[in-house]
T-cell receptor, first 112, second 111 residues
Framework: GQQLNQSPQSMFIQEGEDVSMNCTSSSIFNTWLWYKQDPGEGPVLLIA?????ELTSNGRLTAQFGITRKDSFLNISASIPSDVGIYFC????????????FGKGTHLIIQP | NAGVTQTPKFRVLKTGQSMTLLCAQDMNHEYMYWYRQDPGMGLRLIHYSVGEGTTAKGEVPDGYNVSRLKKQNFLLGLESAAPSQTSVYFC??????????FGPGTRLTVL
């Protein structure tokens, strides 16, 4: 099946630093989604991207849908302690009926 | 508006036992999904449904069955549980098949 390569696998940063993570694929996706998962919870949608080249912000979060439709990145500016968690990228290749293809996650750890 | 809810939150089974996980959504979504999450693996699609009375296989369907008798409910069944099915199970729903909303998960351990 399709695979998403998400990197980095984990990040140890200081509070206040900016964060950048990305996902790449060998396949084209029509939609890119970024989720955050806290321990013991389900993934929560952060940003949805529907068009190649699209750049979308949600507060301190910014994500872009790559021009080739095979990649996406997520940036977090001025990290705060509540940003700790696992961030997943997910791609949709068709109309959504086939479900999402997920990356393996980026574990963000913030040191005070 | 509860969103997506899952029952139970935790369950321990012995090998060979059966059980059913219940997912319910109150957003009138057409599409519903079952995923499993294993350490370091991300989420993988088990089965999905594009409407009441319809189901289809996802990436890892073996050992699971599903039913969608009502639009708001999606059931995941394990007929004969195996240790390899120890995982966290997430249900999700969406309106048009794009943005998916997830439940809180069911943590299943098979001994």
């Amino acid at each position: 099946g399709q695979q998403l390569n998400q990197s980095p696998q984990s990040m140890f940063i200081q509070e206040g630093e900016d964060v950048s993570m990305n996902c790449t694929s060998s396949s084209i996706f029509n939609t890119w989604l970024w989720y955050k998962q806290d321990p013991g919870e389900g993934p929560v949608l952060l940003i949805a991207l529907y068009k190649a080249g699209e750049l979308t912000s949600n507060g301190r979060l910014t994500a872009q849908f790559g021009i080739t439709r095979k990649d996406s990145f997520l940036n977090i500016s001025a990290s705060i302690p509540s940003d700790v968690g696992i961030y997943f990228c997910a791609g949709l290749s068709g109309g959504g009926a086939d479900g999402l293809t997920f990356g393996k996650g980026t574990h963000l750890i913030i040191q005070p | 508006n509860a969103g997506v809810t899952q029952t139970p939150k935790f369950r321990v089974l012995k090998t060979g036992q059966s059980m059913t996980l219940l997912c319910a959504q109150d957003m009138n979504h057409e599409y519903m999904y079952w995923y499993r999450q294993d350490p370091g693996m991300g989420l993988r699609l088990i089965h999905y449904s594009v409407g009441e009375g319809t189901t289809a296989k996802g990436e890892v369907p073996d050992g699971y069955n599903v039913s969608r008798l009502k639009k708001q409910n999606f059931l995941l069944g394990l007929e004969s549980a195996a240790p390899s099915q120890t995982s966290v199970y997430f249900c999700a729903s969406s309106y048009g098949g794009y943005t998916q909303y997830f439940g809180p998960g069911t943590r299943l351990t098979v001994l």
